[in-house]
């Protein structure tokens, strides 16, 4: 059975930190690439960072360049998001992805607040 679980979340002050977790397992994790979305209240979902399965470019949406860094970790099947400087905009569920060979799965999410 395949799962994506997010962890990490929470409320944090303008200006602070929070590093997200996503532990997969039921697929071979080394082979897909892993990315982290984020949807906002009445806001459409956007890709926040991608990192590659084999190599592990990254890349990030200009809103979060040189503030989140995304990373792998195979031998524990888990990637992270490095999230500092946070911003009120930062605000929304979270969510892990895992793709490869045309199949995409989904985490539940989690939730970041930043606000004072």
């Known amino acids: 059975q395949v799962q994506l679980v997010e962890s990490g979340g929470g409320l944090v002050q303008p200006g602070g930190s929070l590093r997200l977790s996503c532990a997969a397992s039921?697929?071979?994790?080394?082979?897909?690439?892993m990315s982290w979305y984020r949807q906002a209240p009445g806001k459409e979902r956007e890709l926040v960072a991608h990192?590659?399965?084999?190599?592990?470019?990254?890349n990030y949406a200009d809103s979060v360049k040189g503030r989140f860094t995304i990373s792998r970790d195979n031998g524990k099947n888990t990637v992270y998001l490095q999230m500092n400087s946070l911003k009120p905009e930062d605000t929304a569920q979270y969510y892990c992805?895992?793709?490869?060979?045309?199949?995409?799965?989904w985490g539940k999410g989690t939730l970041v607040t930043v606000s004072s």
């Open positions: 992805s895992a793709f490869a060979f045309g199949i995409l799965y």
């Open positions: 039921g697929f071979t994790f080394s082979q897909y690439a």
């Open positions: 990192i590659s399965s084999v190599v592990s470019i990254t």
